[in-house]
């Protein structure tokens, strides 16, 4: 655990990948909030510390969320939802403008590999989350704060945690991360700053 970040909160918790960087967090040793919709959807063994239940649209919810906290992970995203939206860039907004009013300089960030290909290469019906992305990218790199950018490639859901995975940046190669890798690699960012203002690909090697 970082000396200087002790105290985290995740959007996000709920989804495929945030369901697993959680306990990942909390095992680290962190002190884990977590803003959700509807707490139901966490396990009911969770070991979050504070349940904050909100939307990231509403900006108090964001700014209530954010009360005690010394670094933040995004995992915002649509599930099976492919149509237009700007929920992950109005939401980085107010979690940006909340992290500014209190002080906050980190921000670990989860967006997809499509932001560093040609926009032309991106299939089509990927297109309106890959905006959102962007508009997400976008918002954290004028931010001014401490982000880590991740773009990974699928988010394997069958795959499992090895920790051995590889980090690149700015440069694509391998297939698919594991969303126990990923979160781990969440986690692993908190106390780093290698990574900083920074847009990394990661991959793994599952057999
Ligand atoms: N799947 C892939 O292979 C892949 C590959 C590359 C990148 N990505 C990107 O990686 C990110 C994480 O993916 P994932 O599949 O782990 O996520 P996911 O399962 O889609 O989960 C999304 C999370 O965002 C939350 N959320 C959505 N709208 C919200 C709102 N208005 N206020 C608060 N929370 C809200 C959801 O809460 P609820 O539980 O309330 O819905 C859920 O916890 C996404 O941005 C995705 O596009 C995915």
Redesign the pocket.
């Known amino acids: 655990m970082s000396a200087s970040v002790k105290n985290v909160v995740i959007?996000?918790?709920?989804?495929?990948?945030?369901l697993v960087t959680l306990p990942q967090a909390v095992a680290a040793g962190y002190n884990v909030t977590v803003?959700?919709?509807?707490p139901a959807?966490l396990p009911s063994d969770h070991k979050a510390s504070r349940v904050v239940v909100?939307?990231?649209?509403n900006k108090q919810d964001v700014k209530n969320a954010m009360e005690g906290q010394d670094a933040v992970i995004i995992?915002?995203?649509?599930?099976n939802d492919l149509s237009p939206t700007t929920?992950?860039t109005e939401?980085t907004k107010n979690i940006v403008e909340a992290m500014k009013e209190r002080g906050i300089r980190k921000v670990v960030a989860?967006?997809?590999?499509f932001l560093l290909w040609d926009r032309s290469m991106v299939p089509p019906r990927m297109i309106p989350?890959t905006e959102d992305?962007d508009g997400m990218y976008q918002v954290l790199k004028s931010s001014g704060l401490d982000y880590v950018a991740v773009m990974?490639?699928?988010?394997a859901d069958n795959f499992p945690l090895t920790e051995k995975y590889t980090v690149l940046e700015n440069v694509t190669r391998g297939k698919a991360i594991s969303?126990y890798d990923l979160g781990h690699f969440f986690v692993r960012c908190l106390s780093s700053d290698e990574w900083n203002h920074k847009a990394v690909w990661l991959y793994g090697e599952y057999s």
Do not use: E, N, W, Y
């Not at 959007?11 to 945030?18: E, H, L, P, S």
């Not at 803003?35 to 509807?38: E, F, G, H, M, Q």
């Not at 990974?152 to 988010?155: L, V």
């Open positions: 959007f996000g918790a709920t989804g495929m990948t945030g803003l959700v919709r509807d959807k909100g939307d990231v649209l995992i915002l995203g649509t599930r929920m992950m939401g989860c967006m997809s590999v989350v992305h990974p490639p699928h988010i969303k």
